[in-house]
């Protein structure tokens, strides 16, 4: 499955991380993480177990992703003003999205360039923080 990560903070980063590990082609896409993703990686310290990837598919536009699978929504809700600009080149007629941030309106603000039947609410319970780019610690939980 490809799978495309908006927004490679924390919870992005564990959850693009987990599936990377799973055997997914998962693409990252991030600003101000891109450079320290390109060189070093992602390394997750977790207590389901380290994470090391040193090599992960990171873009910060989507057109160098192009269309995958599923997208998965982890950015801060303040950013869903730009659903616009990065879901449509990420987006097949197949595609579906995966949202798993705070606040209310999510979903509708995706389906406004998805189907809302390929348009998914996700709540999950994870302790995750980002120390520096490309450095996180998982503290506990994970499911969604």
Wanted: aromatic letters at 6%; hydrophobic letters at 40%; one cysteine or more.
């Amino acid at each position: 499955m490809k799978i495309a990560i908006l927004g490679a903070g924390a919870l992005g980063c564990y959850y693009g991380g987990r599936l990377a590990e799973a055997g997914h082609d998962v693409c990252f896409i991030g600003r101000s993480v891109y450079e320290p993703l390109k060189a070093e990686g992602l390394n997750v310290e977790s207590v389901h177990g380290d994470m090391p990837l040193p090599q992960v598919n990171v873009c910060r536009k989507t057109e160098e992703c192009g269309p995958v699978d599923l997208v998965i929504v982890c950015w801060k809700t303040t950013c869903n003003d730009q659903l616009g600009a990065y879901l449509p080149t990420l987006v097949h007629e197949g595609t579906e999205v995966l949202t798993l941030q705070n606040g209310m309106g999510n979903a509708e603000a995706i389906a406004r360039g998805v189907p809302a039947e390929r348009v998914f609410i996700g709540l999950c319970f994870v302790c995750a923080m980002m120390n520096t780019p490309g450095e996180i610690t998982h503290l506990e939980g994970g499911a969604i």
